[in-house]
């Protein structure tokens, strides 16, 4: 049996196909990867989000005001210590009893969030999660007393905590890519990110 070699136009032909393929598989596969990135920030917020309730349903209080922050609704941030406030809450709720404010937080070193050994949970681009607590304990979050979430409506929201993002860019100001652990949609009249239900 002969064998006979490609001729130079069924070649060009291959890689025309090839070329073809890549490109709608390419496409699809960042998509993709996208969504699972924004999929697994959902989850880690959840877990964050259950393990501060049963913080809160253990010791009587959301973490809050033990930070340093304010009575009213808050953000975590700033620094405690050697590490961010941010740090000290995911330490806390991952059993380390940290003393904040001359205030033992977690004096029954309870595991209320499984988490890496250094004590950090960030999200699937790197960045700290930024939270937001009820520090008032109205059981609402009113965003317009306080660093109001990037990119969602400024009414108050019937939630305790409220978890969000700055994406894969890094950057809260550009709203777009923001997730957020309490169900939003994007308006596309406004660009903004308004409650799906409140």
């Excluded at 210590?81 to 001359?102: C, D, H, K, M, P």
């Excluded at 400024?154 to 100001?173: A, E, F, Q, T």
């Excluded at 550009?174 to 660009?191: A, R, T």
Aim: charged share 25%; with cysteine.
């Amino acid at each position: 049996m002969q064998r006979h070699p490609f001729t130079l136009t069924e070649l060009l032909m291959a890689i025309g196909i090839i070329v073809i393929l890549a490109s709608i598989a390419v496409p699809t596969t960042i998509n993709a990867i996208k969504k699972a990135e924004m999929a697994k920030a959902q989850a880690e917020m959840t877990t964050i989000v259950e393990a501060l309730k049963n913080y809160e349903s253990t010791y009587g209080i959301l973490p809050l005001k033990c930070l340093g922050a304010t009575p009213a609704d808050g953000v975590i941030s700033g620094t405690s210590g050697s590490y961010t406030a941010y740090e000290t809450l995911i330490r806390i709720l991952q059993g380390e009893n940290l003393t904040v404010n001359s205030k033992a937080m977690n004096k029954r070193k309870v595991v209320f969030l499984e988490g890496k050994d250094e004590g950090l949970l960030t999200d699937p681009w790197g960045n700290d999660y930024i939270v937001l607590l009820d520090g008032d304990g109205d059981g609402k979050l009113d965003p317009s007393t306080t660093d109001e979430p990037k990119g969602l409506d400024g009414k108050p929201w019937r939630k305790d905590i409220l978890i969000w993002s700055p994406g894969p860019d890094g950057d809260p100001d550009k709203i777009e890519d923001n997730v957020y652990s309490l169900p939003v949609l994007w308006d596309k009249g406004e660009k903004k990110w308004v409650p799906d239900t409140l």
